[in-house]
């Protein structure tokens, strides 16, 4: 992107995660802060373009199975990023044309971009919203939300890697209880999340260093931490495990090395 022809409301100078992650996954949508705090996290983990790429990868099966086998037609991506191949309408509608979907982003650039996500099937709607996660109430609130989602009914709310951005003071746990509360039994949450479980002592301490120095505040989480966000919820089988093993479609031995990847991911019923 030109930073002298720069949309409004958009700070070429701080770089933002939305952008990160579209340069890790080979677009166009970033500025020279943002290659270089991407190219800053890949020096100490190189295989980060993997790992955005298997990222979107789960999310499209996981969208496949909620709208095809789990019959939910209504979806709420919070975290949705730069318009991509096999956005969250474009799969579910593609399955159900009637699916209703509600993005939301913090990044101005996102709206820029946003009308690539309202293409929706006459049958289903969608709509986008500029909001941030830590303020779950605005959004469950918001006008287009309640226009778009009728929330007595299932609806799968997508966390995708978003929730590592969130850190400790922002109180995470509760804001994925805020937002879940709104929602009735027979929603669904699905988060993948960045983890440094399966990585060396060394290689963890290099990762949190070059995220520290990358000016995008991130939180690696393990296991445990990240199985919290799922107390009182049914975890759908193969339960908490790696993005690369959750319903592949490719025999194990042609999928990625866990650690090259490095997130985890769960899908859970709200009983
Ligand atoms: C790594 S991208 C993931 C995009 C998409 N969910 C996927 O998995 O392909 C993370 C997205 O979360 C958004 N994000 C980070 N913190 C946020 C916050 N506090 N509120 C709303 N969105 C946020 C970023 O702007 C970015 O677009």
């Given at each position: 992107m030109d930073a002298e022809r720069v949309p409004p409301?958009?700070?070429?100078?701080?770089a933002h995660p939305s952008r990160?992650?579209?340069?890790?996954?080979?677009?166009?949508?970033?500025?020279?802060?943002?290659?270089?705090?991407?190219e800053m996290v890949a020096s100490a983990f190189p295989t980060v373009g993997l790992a955005a790429r298997e990222n979107r990868a789960f999310m499209r099966r996981v969208v496949?199975?909620?709208a095809g086998e789990a019959g939910i037609g209504q979806f709420?991506?919070?975290?949705?990023?730069?318009?991509?191949?096999?956005n969250v309408h474009e799969i579910a509608q593609g399955i159900d044309p009637s699916a209703r979907i509600v993005y939301v982003d913090n990044d101005p650039i996102v709206l820029v971009h946003a009308r690539a996500l309202?293409?929706?099937?006459?049958?289903?709607?969608t709509a986008y919203i500029e909001a941030d996660l830590r303020d779950p109430e605005k959004i469950l609130a918001d006008a287009d939300l309640r226009r778009t989602l009728d929330l007595s009914r299932p609806?799968?709310?997508?966390?995708?890697?978003t929730m590592h951005f969130v850190t400790d003071d922002h109180d995470p746990y509760g804001i994925v209880r805020t937002l879940?509360?709104?929602l009735p039994s027979g929603s669904h949450l699905v988060m993948t999340h960045a983890t440094g479980d399966y990585l060396t002592p060394e290689e963890y301490a290099v990762s949190v260093e070059a995220n520290e120095r990358s000016g995008v505040p991130f939180r690696l989480r393990g296991r445990e931490e990240f199985a919290r966000f799922f107390d009182g919820l049914e975890v759908l089988p193969p339960g908490v495990g790696s993005v690369v093993e959750w319903r592949p479609e490719e025999p194990a031995e042609d999928r990625p090395a866990v650690e090259d990847v490095s997130m985890l991911c769960a899908v859970a019923r709200v009983p």
């Amino acid at each position: 992107m030109d930073a002298e022809r720069v949309p409004p409301g958009i700070d070429p100078t701080k770089a933002h995660p939305s952008r990160r992650y579209n340069y890790w996954l080979g677009g166009k949508d970033n500025f020279a802060v943002d290659r270089e705090s991407a190219e800053m996290v890949a020096s100490a983990f190189p295989t980060v373009g993997l790992a955005a790429r298997e990222n979107r990868a789960f999310m499209r099966r996981v969208v496949g199975y909620l709208a095809g086998e789990a019959g939910i037609g209504q979806f709420l991506d919070i975290g949705t990023g730069l318009p991509s191949a096999g956005n969250v309408h474009e799969i579910a509608q593609g399955i159900d044309p009637s699916a209703r979907i509600v993005y939301v982003d913090n990044d101005p650039i996102v709206l820029v971009h946003a009308r690539a996500l309202l293409t929706s099937e006459p049958r289903g709607r969608t709509a986008y919203i500029e909001a941030d996660l830590r303020d779950p109430e605005k959004i469950l609130a918001d006008a287009d939300l309640r226009r778009t989602l009728d929330l007595s009914r299932p609806v799968a709310l997508m966390l995708v890697a978003t929730m590592h951005f969130v850190t400790d003071d922002h109180d995470p746990y509760g804001i994925v209880r805020t937002l879940l509360g709104a929602l009735p039994s027979g929603s669904h949450l699905v988060m993948t999340h960045a983890t440094g479980d399966y990585l060396t002592p060394e290689e963890y301490a290099v990762s949190v260093e070059a995220n520290e120095r990358s000016g995008v505040p991130f939180r690696l989480r393990g296991r445990e931490e990240f199985a919290r966000f799922f107390d009182g919820l049914e975890v759908l089988p193969p339960g908490v495990g790696s993005v690369v093993e959750w319903r592949p479609e490719e025999p194990a031995e042609d999928r990625p090395a866990v650690e090259d990847v490095s997130m985890l991911c769960a899908v859970a019923r709200v009983p």
